[in-house]
């Protein structure tokens, strides 16, 4: 199987390949390689093949297909698949089955892609390295012994071992970029409200996007353009008109002013990482760009921010999780209070308690102004940090996580290190700007580094130029790990 979105749908769209041959080649990547990765909490095989089936019916109908013709994707299991088991990682919802698609995942399918199944997780997309799932940790295909990063590490770790080619992640702080960037594959967080939500389990509201994984970067934008645009089932959506991104990534970058960020080249990044990016930069330049350093003063208060405001939403999105409407419910008890108690303790796993805990105390009476106000009104000032480095250059270019994938169990009993792997990606979350994570090469211990591409609202297809660009140069080809090549 190729490892081109664009390629292999178009082999299936000319007739030159079936899509029932991709899904069973896929199948059987996915049961020599599922083993050792754990990317999947459901592989959805019945539904995948006669989908393909579908597909090819409907070419020999002489029906036109759809741009994502046949290719095999993965949806993360935050995501609502009709009829398909949809845990959100977590035992509150074991056994859970939708009765609906999530606007994303049905965009898919009217684009007549395949789909695999559902990836594992941290639970409720809570966690930097997928350890949080309450069903297995996923391994990084790059070293098994390593985390994919979260929280849609099984997102990740399903394309980099090509058990798919494409896959659908959520990003709240970074849950599509960090994971991109330890893997070594594109992940794409687009404007707030550029893709639905309809349909995700609902981490934090006012950050939450969901957005695509790929092999490569005209996969991605070709993914995006499937996903982008107004819905009427969410009303954040924004009503703008939607790029051809495929487009974009023939466009040239010479003359674009690429901004350096000073703060994410500071204390506590990896001399690999802070090199590689650099010499991604200098790629840039040889193409005709223009480098300038930037500074974005706030960032260094990003994750205090964003653990207050994240916190306080998913405690307010979680009371739902109440055993009386769906999934787990604990009937022992003298009354109602004592079955929501019972029902939600053994339901959420640590993170998620710390986190709703954490949420409750500062949304609490005598704790709002101190906490949660002022992490709003430091928001704004992240935000205009954004809006001030865009007057002066078109794009900031940055690492996408400071370190390289680390191993696992490395960070799990030290929460606020774990939390600070994210640094290089809330910013742009909380400013609600588009960013994603592109690889650009490989340590000296053969693991991949990421540089994270940040343009101003609704600028997806500069970012998409400005990282087709960075593919086309040899200097930073990654491709495949060795072992799932």
């Given amino acids: 199987m190729v490892d081109s979105i664009v390629q292999l749908a178009e082999s299936v769209r000319s007739g030159e390949r079936s899509a029932e041959s991709i899904a069973t080649e896929t199948l059987q990547r996915v049961d020599a390689r599922e083993p050792s990765v754990r990317a999947f909490l459901h592989v959805d095989r019945d539904g995948f093949v006669a989908a393909a089936r579908e597909v090819d019916a409907k070419r020999a109908r002489g029906e036109q297909l759809g741009l994502l013709a046949g290719v095999p994707i993965a949806i993360k299991d935050a995501l609502c698949m009709n009829g398909v088991p949809t845990t959100a990682g977590s035992r509150i919802l074991e056994g859970y089955k939708p009765v609906y698609d999530a606007t994303v995942v049905a965009k898919l399918r009217a684009a007549d892609a395949t789909l695999v199944g559902k990836t594992n997780l941290d639970e409720f997309a809570m966690g930097s390295s997928n350890e ?47 994971p991109a960037s330890f893997c070594g594959i594109v992940g794409v967080k687009p404007t707030y409200g550029r893709v639905s939500r309809y ?30 645009g107004r819905d009427a089932h969410d009303a954040t959506t924004l009503d703008a008109p939607v790029d051809d991104y495929e487009a974009a990534c023939d466009l040239p ?24 990016v650099r010499r991604a930069v200098s790629c840039l330049e040889q193409f005709g760009c223009i480098v300038k ?50 029902t939600r303790d053994a339901g959420f796993g640590p993170e998620v308690k710390r ?3 954490l949420g409750t105390f500062v949304l609490s009476s005598g704790f709002y102004d101190a906490y949660y ?29 400071p370190t390289t994938a680390f ?11 774990m939390y600070m792997s994210d640094i290089d990606t809330l910013p742009a979350s909380l400013a609600g700007v588009p960013a994603m994570s592109i690889p650009i090469g490989l340590t000296a211990n053969g693991l991949p580094v990421g540089m994270q591409i940040i343009t101003p609202h609704l600028q997806e297809a500069r970012a998409f130029a400005v990282a087709a660009a960075c593919e086309r140069h040899d200097a930073l080809h990654v491709g495949a790990p060795p072992a799932f090549a």
């Fill in 199 to 228: 349909g995700l389990i609902a981490f934090a509201s006012s950050l939450d996007q969901v957005g695509p994984f790929a092999t490569d970067v005209r996969g991605a934008a070709r993914m995006l353009r499937v996903l982008a």
């Fill in 132 to 178: 949080n799932s309450a069903y297995a940790k996923v391994h990084n295909p790059w070293d098994l012994d390593r985390a994919p990063g979260g929280s849609s590490g099984g997102s990740a770790a399903a394309v980099a071992s090509r058990m798919c080619l494409g896959s659908l992640g959520s990003d709240t702080g970074g849950s599509i970029r960090q």
């Fill in 293 to 342: 350093p930037v500074s974005l003063p706030h960032t260094k208060y990003a994750v205090a921010t964003y653990y207050v405001l994240a916190t306080a939403e998913a405690s307010s999105n979680l009371a739902r999780f109440d055993g009386v409407r769906y999934g787990m419910r604990k009937e022992p008890g003298p009354d109602l209070r004592a079955m929501y108690g019972a």
């Fill in 407 to 417: 191993r696992l169990g490395e960070k799990t009993s030290d929460p606020l290190a």
């Fill in 355 to 357: 986190r709703i805990l």
């Fill in 373 to 401: 106000l002022k992490a709003q009104k430091v928001r704004t000032l992240i935000t205009r940090d954004f809006d001030a480095a865009f007057n002066e250059v078109d794009v900031l270019c940055a690492p996408t996580a």
């Fill in 253 to 276: 970058v010479k003359g674009l002013r690429v901004g350096i960020p000073r703060e994410y080249f500071g204390e506590g990044i990896d001399p690999e990482v802070n090199i590689a």
